[in-house]
């Protein structure tokens, strides 16, 4: 039995882990920025939603605050 290793044989062989592991990798950065992008776009939309969501609690308040001063004026004013 020849123990040794053909040259050649062990080139191709680390080749072609080099080249899965380099693929691997390739993939995983892909997917990893796909992630990160899904996540910006989820976040952005959320705060739009958050906005939106504000200014309506804002009039709200506002509009609440501004009935509160007029039936204080009537209450003034004895009706």
């Known amino acids: 039995m020849n123990n040794d290793?053909?040259?050649?044989i062990?080139?191709?062989v680390y080749t072609q882990k080099i080249s899965n592991l380099l693929n691997q990798n390739i993939l995983l950065e892909a997917k990893m920025?796909?992630?990160v992008q899904d996540y910006e776009d989820e976040k952005?939309?959320?705060?739009?939603?958050?906005?939106e969501l504000q200014k309506k609690y804002d009039d709200l308040i506002k509009n609440k605050t501004k009935k509160l001063?007029?039936?204080?004026?009537?209450e003034e004013a004895g009706f």
């Open 44 to 51: 952005n939309k959320l705060l739009i939603v958050n906005l």
């Open 5 to 8: 290793v053909d040259v050649n």
């Open 33 to 35: 920025q796909s992630l």
């Open 10 to 12: 062990l080139v191709n």
């Open 69 to 74: 001063k007029e039936e204080d004026k009537y």
